[in-house]
C-alpha cells in the first residue's frame, strides 16, 4: 500500500480522540462552517422569513440543492404550506394528500406533518416557477398565491396555470 493510500484510509477514519478517557468529536473550522452553513438551512427562522416570497422559495431551494450537492450532508424535512416537500437531498416535492387531522401551516417538519396525515404520496416536481413567470396558455401571471395552492403546471418545458384565472 503507498504512502498516498495510507493518507486517504486514515481520512476516512472518523475523527475522534480519547480525552479525559472520553471520545470528542474534531471539527475542523472548514467543517465548522459547513455545519453552521446547514444550521441556517434548516432553521425555522430563515425558512419562514424567505418563504415570504416567491422569489425567496425559489432561493431556499436553490441554496439546499447546492449545499447538498456539494456536501452530501442530509438536510432537515419540510412541509411548506401543507404541499411541498423539501427532501433531505435539498430536492422538492409536491406532496399529493390532504390533511385529514388538524388545520393547514404555513411550514411544518416532515416528523410532524406525518402526524396529521394517513399516509403520504409525493411526486418529484421538475420546476418551480420562478418570480415573475406568466402562464404560457393564458399568459397571466403565475402569482405567489398560485403557487401556495399548487395552482401550477409544467407542460412542454413550459409553466400553466392548472386553473387560468385571467380575465379577458
Ligand atoms: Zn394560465
Redesign the pocket.
Known amino acids: 500500500m503507498s504512502t498516498e493510500e495510507m493518507r486517504k484510509l486514515n481520512a476516512d477514519e472518523p475523527k475522534e480522540e480519547m480525552q479525559n478517557g472520553k471520545y470528542r468529536e474534531i471539527y475542523t473550522e472548514e467543517e465548522k462552517k459547513v455545519y453552521q452553513r446547514r444550521d441556517k438551512l434548516d432553521s425555522l427562522y430563515y425558512l419562514r422569513s424567505m418563504m415570504q416570497s416567491l422569489e425567496g422559495v425559489n432561493i431556499i431551494i436553490e441554496n439546499r440543492m447546492k449545499f447538498y450537492e456539494e456536501y452530501h450532508l442530509d438536510l432537515q424535512e419540510y412541509v411548506l404550506w401543507g404541499r411541498y416537500l423539501l427532501t433531505y437531498r435539498g430536492t422538492i416535492q409536491e406532496i399529493d394528500q390532504e390533511y385529514l387531522l388538524g388545520k393547514k401551516v404555513d411550514i411544518t417538519t416532515l416528523a410532524d406533518f406525518m402526524k396529521s396525515v394517513s399516509s403520504l404520496r409525493t411526486e418529484p416536481l421538475v420546476a418551480f416557477p420562478p418570480r415573475g413567470c406568466f402562464?404560457a396558455?393564458?399568459h397571466?401571471l403565475i402569482t405567489f398565491e398560485d403557487v401556495k395552492e399548487g395552482n401550477f403546471d409544467f407542460k412542454i418545458n413550459k409553466f400553466?396555470?392548472k386553473t387560468?384565472k385571467?380575465q379577458n
Open positions: 402562464c396558455e393564458c397571466g400553466v396555470h387560468h385571467k
